[in-house]
């Protein structure tokens, strides 16, 4: 049973650039949470997909924008890149949609901007 | 709005026994989550608790009282490889909302 995939595991890029971050559920999921967690802080929400709609969105700017395919999985886009984006981004699945009780993350990529 | 409040940092002893610590302040409650995060890894589900007691699931127990907005996580039988942050968060509805907002963790140090 897979769990919660995400790619890649490590990039760099340079301030003003453009990324784009993938994320698997785990298998029998059907809702993807995106959360960017900065070193020493907890993990903080950006937004939450379900039937591939974007249904709940934390406090980020539009730069920050995400996309869910038929298949579930969900891709997190950030433009304009600034240094403060450098951080671990974390891929969270679960069931149901917003209430689902358990929710598994991925291992996360990290995201260095220079 | 909400607010998390853990410890930064606590020191055990391996073997013994830690409480770590949750008080939150929130509109409404819909769930208590732990995790538990290696550094540099993703963090793992530990225990979710949405009414009043104690949870206990082998050495590790987790505990409520939503009139105190008060959690622990009890851990026993210290081992090493229990060094790692620990995360509290709470999921308030108020609002539609059932996203989980997460504490900033407490990093916990087992020593021999």
């Known amino acids: 049973d897979a769990g919660v995939t995400q790619s890649p595991t490590h990039l760099i890029k340079t301030r003003g650039q453009q990324v784009t971050l993938r994320c698997s559920p785990k298998s029998g999921h059907d809702t993807v949470s995106w959360y960017q967690q900065a070193l020493g802080q907890g993990p903080q929400f950006i937004f939450q997909y379900y039937e591939e709609e974007e249904r709940q969105r934390g406090n980020f700017p539009d730069r920050f924008s995400g996309h869910q395919f038929p298949n579930y999985s969900s891709e997190l886009n950030v433009n304009a890149l600034l240094l403060g984006d450098s951080a671990l981004y974390l891929c969270?699945?679960?069931?149901?949609?917003?209430?689902?009780?358990?929710?598994?993350f991925g291992e996360g990529s990290w995201l260095t901007v220079v | 709005g909400q607010n998390i409040d853990q410890p930064t940092e606590m020191t055990a002893t391996e073997g013994a026994i830690v409480q770590i610590n949750c008080t939150y302040q929130?509109?409404?409650?819909?769930?208590l989550f732990w995790y538990q995060q290696h550094a540099g890894e993703a963090p793992t589900f530990l225990s979710y608790?949405?009414?009043?007691g104690l949870e206990e699931k082998g050495r590790f127990s987790s505990f409520l009282s939503r009139s105190k907005g008060y959690s622990y996580l009890l851990l026993k039988e210290l081992q090493m490889k229990d060094s790692a942050s620990y995360l509290c968060?709470?999921?308030?509805?108020?609002?539609?909302?059932?996203?989980?907002?997460f504490g900033r963790g407490t990093s916990l140090i087992v020593h021999p």
């Open positions: 608790n949405v009414l009043d």
């Open positions: 969270a699945s679960s069931l149901g949609g917003a209430s689902g009780n358990t929710i598994y």
């Open positions: 929130t509109s409404g409650f819909n769930g």
């Open positions: 968060a709470v999921r308030d509805p108020t609002g539609g909302s059932y996203i989980p907002t």
